[in-house]
């Protein structure tokens, strides 16, 4: 078989020779070049490393993270390759448009790796993924895909509890895809910005972007964005109290989840549903969260998994099971200490603060707290205003001992303590430490949960021993940009 590009290659060489023979600079740099282009064959390497990251984009559907891993850095090694093929070349030349298309391909798929780094809690390597792409489209100049850089920086911040660098980078997102005329990219940043808005209290704001998103979602025929459109305006009226709407906005999301086969979106309504039903103290919440775990679970989506635990150690609470709320919020905590280390931990610390409150000590509750408060700094307000309570009722040496510690070492002497805490509380159980955060242990929890009586008329706790609410129960809700962190949209 004759090989096209070889005679290509031969015949830019001769009209090369040619040109420079008659001083026809210009021609013979341009022939040149484009021998260069057929013999070492870039666009053959490109298409290699496009074709690795639809792999890769295959691997991550799987959930097998290490090989999409794999996959995306063998992309990286493909782009990389064809520029150190026209290293040698003029960028005035025709290699300059390929020399930028490989720059372009790899700062995206840094975005994705960036992604996947982010969704195993590897934060500072996701934030030099996206410094790395970003930087490249510095070089490359504004093009659609750099969106996919500020969707990373948006996630990034969302996870620091960041919720104005949160906001500027999803208005980058969505004015990139205005001006390309990408209706689809425009409806994901509206959902992202309306929970931004959402988390801030501006529910109006919120939800005509979720109205927008939804508009946007009917107009293109997408019926995933729809039932996650529904789900944002679902968190709306439960931010607002109309639970009745949004258990029917939950419930609308859901079956049109069920029918598109997404497995994530039904494990996040069954959360959000349990939720709402234990708050207003109707249906079967524990159900929900069960069914929560078991479907979120099958598609490996901890982070989720985390906020499942969360808001079932505060059913518990509600229920006066404190001795369930305490293993319940620290397989969240577990989760979240290297995925969501600041908003996650710090929810997950309150919790533990609240069901530790009618047996710890003042001086351990005041660990706690301050830990909490070391952990989130400003992004939740209240953890100082908890902290500040108990300094007022300990004693002055206690305050002294505690305050006097590095925040690492505080830190570690809070571990100490929450581990003797639930060795007592898992007596009996059938689990161990290393169960809590698992789907095994959750499962377990939650079966005696279901079993445990109800007891919130019985339980009568000082308003003072707890934080305001809301807003802070409010704060950290389980949103889309939880369960899919690398989404470029």
Sequence with gaps: MTDERLAAGRFHLSEGEKALASRDLEGARSSFESAVLQFAGPDLKMGEGHALRGLAGVAMGDRDMERAESLLNGAVA?????????????????????????????????????????????????????????????????????????????????????????????????GIHEKAGDLRGQAGALLSLAEVARLSDQLETAEDQQKRALSLARQIGDRGVEARTLAGLGLIARHRGETEAAVMAYEAAQKTARGLGDVELQGFCELNLGELRSRSRSGQPVAHFRRAVELLGTVGAEHAIGATLLHASEHALRTGNDDLAIPLAEGARRIWRSLDPVRGVGQAYRVL????????????????????????????????????????????????????????????????????????RLEGTGLNLSDLGTVRGALVLLDMLAQAPDERELTRLEEDDLEALPPEDDFYVLTEADLVPGDGT
Aim: proline share 2%; with cysteine.
């Design 78 to 174: 493909c782009f990389r390759t064809v520029r150190t093929l026209l290293d040698a070349l003029d960028d005035a030349g025709v290699s300059a448009a390929y020399r930028a298309d490989a720059l372009e391909a790899e700062a995206s798929v840094q975005v994705e790796l960036g992604g996947l780094y982010l969704r195993a809690g590897r934060v500072s390597e996701a934030q030099e993924a996206r410094d790395w792409a970003r930087a490249a489209f510095d070089a490359v100049g504004s093009r659609p895909s750099e969106a996919g850089v500020w969707a990373l920086t948006a996630h990034i911040a969302t996870r620091q509890g960041d919720l104005d660098e949160a906001a500027m980078a999803w208005r980058q997102v969505l």
């Design 353 to 424: 603060v609240k069901a530790l409150g009618s047996t710890a000590s003042d001086e351990a509750l005041l660990l706690l707290a301050v830990v909490r408060e070391d952990i989130v700094g400003d992004a939740q307000p209240h953890a100082e205003a908890v902290a500040d309570y108990y300094r007022f009722r300990v004693e002055a040496d206690d305050l002294v001992r505690v305050e006097a510690m590095e925040p690492e070492e505080r830190r570690q002497t809070a571990e100490e303590y929450l581990l003797a805490k639930l060795e007592e």
